[in-house]
């Protein structure tokens, strides 16, 4: 977590830290959309409650109508609660990270926890690619990726697998270089 936490401040030129959701706020969101927040997201979120990065942002819970808020895309994109993904970034592009739970045999509803993107060209309803196989390696990839203009990630399949092992256990057809 501390090292992700560098990046973003290296992103943010330095700016105040940022705050995080409190307890309150996970349970409120919780209720009011029926989503389970996995471990791994809350405890980003109880860290950094959304924050204006590049490319296109991280997102927080935080009100409805705040461009960071994980709600307001969910209200963009209603089918996405009912599948259990959760909105964590953008691209800029109108393109979406989304945090599911999935088993290793691509079964909904498992316990790991990817993250997939969320191509707006390929429609909004689908899983394009997982990226990663974990919240905080996601961060690190595309914090690191925009601090060093560096475009392995998440091609580069030698690359992307010696820094996120987890990855490799993602169904193959979802593998951002198959």
Do not use: C, K
Not at 33 to 59: D, H, I, K, Y
Not at 98 to 107: E, L, N, S, T, Y
């Amino acid at each position: 977590m501390e090292d992700v936490l560098a990046l973003l401040a290296r992103l943010t030129d330095g700016g105040p830290p940022p705050t995080g959701a409190s307890a309150e706020d996970v349970r409120g969101f919780e209720v009011r959309t029926g989503l389970t927040l996995p471990g791994e997201v809350v405890s980003w979120l109880q860290r950094v409650n959304g924050a204006v990065v590049p490319p296109g942002n991280v997102f927080g819970l935080r009100d409805a109508d705040d461009f960071l808020s994980i709600e307001h895309y969910l209200r963009i994109f209603p089918d996405w609660a009912g599948l259990g993904w959760v909105p964590i970034a953008g691209d800029g592009n109108g393109d979406y990270w989304v945090v599911f739970r999935r088993d290793a045999a691509g079964g909904a509803g498992g316990e790991r926890v990817w993250v997939g993107f969320v191509d707006a060209q390929e429609g909004f309803d689908a899983i394009d690619q997982i990226v990663a196989g974990s919240v905080l390696s996601f961060l690190r990839f595309l914090f690191e990726g925009e601090l060093a203009d560096d475009d392995r990630w998440p091609y580069d399949a030698d690359y992307v697998l010696a820094r996120d092992p987890e990855l490799a256990q993602a169904p193959s057809d979802l593998l951002p270089w198959r």
